[in-house]
């Protein structure tokens, strides 16, 4: 059975501060990793990582895939009150059109 | 921009009631999927369909069913509903192969049952 671990499960830090958010899978035929964001309603995507050692960047946010070792991180710079959301991970594997998810970390970005 | 809309964002039904939820996707998505979000249990899925008429069965299919007789939408239905369906439902929808491509969701739907 497919699994994801995410880590922690909810983390509060004042503005400003930096923080990195653990997933860690073990799903079959592995293909990518994708990461969320969720505030108060869908979630929108943020990355899709599918090679190991190679970081994506979208302004302060940045993720790393690990495949060797199966964890993901994302890393959030200078974090504002807008990153306060779940942010979820969700590996997909091929041949089986399922995303199997993380239960998220709460961050919460106090001003 | 995908759009995936879920035209019903807050519903109250009572137990035994059958229950319909719709989504439509408007970018020509063979996938669509349909997960169900509780506390602490994250995203589950129901169901999810590759094509017109074609359902597969995800992890919680259990009091659920669908239907896709159009590309664009495909509905949830409960056919009796019971208090421990009471959850907030998404919508997603995704061109070709997982792991290619990216899914969107809709806004979601808020189910209480009484």
């Known amino acids: 059975e497919d699994k994801v671990v995410q880590s922690p499960l909810s983390l509060v830090v004042h503005e400003g501060d930096t923080v990195t958010l653990n997933c860690s899978y073990e799903?079959?035929?592995?293909?990518?990793l994708l990461w969320y964001k969720q505030e108060k309603k869908a979630p929108t995507f943020l990355f899709m990582l599918?090679?190991?050692?190679i970081e994506k960047k979208s302004g302060r946010l940045s993720s790393i895939l690990d495949k060797k070792e199966l964890f993901s991180i994302l890393n959030i710079t200078a974090t504002q009150t807008g990153d306060s959301a779940v942010y979820l991970c969700?590996?997909?594997?091929?041949?089986?059109?399922?995303?199997?998810f993380g239960t998220g970390t709460r961050l919460t970005i106090i001003p | 921009d995908v759009k995936v809309t879920q035209s019903s964002r807050y519903l109250v039904k009572r137990t035994g009631e059958k229950v319909f939820l719709e989504c439509v996707q408007d970018?020509?998505?063979?996938?669509m999927f349909w997960y169900r979000q509780d506390p602490g249990l994250g995203l589950r899925l129901i169901y999810f369909s590759y094509d017109v008429k074609m359902k597969e069965k995800g992890d919680i299919p259990e009091g659920y069913s669908v239907s896709r007789e159009k590309k664009e939408r495909f509905s949830l239905i409960l056919e009796s509903a019971s208090t421990n369906q009471t959850s907030m439902y998404l919508c997603a929808s995704m061109k070709g192969a997982l792991g290619g491509n990216t899914i969107y969701f809709g806004e979601g739907s808020w189910l209480t049952v009484v």
């Open positions: 599918t090679s190991s050692g």
């Open positions: 799903v079959t035929n592995f293909r990518s």
């Open positions: 970018m020509d998505h063979e996938n």
């Open positions: 969700a590996p997909a594997n091929f041949g089986n059109e399922k995303l199997t």
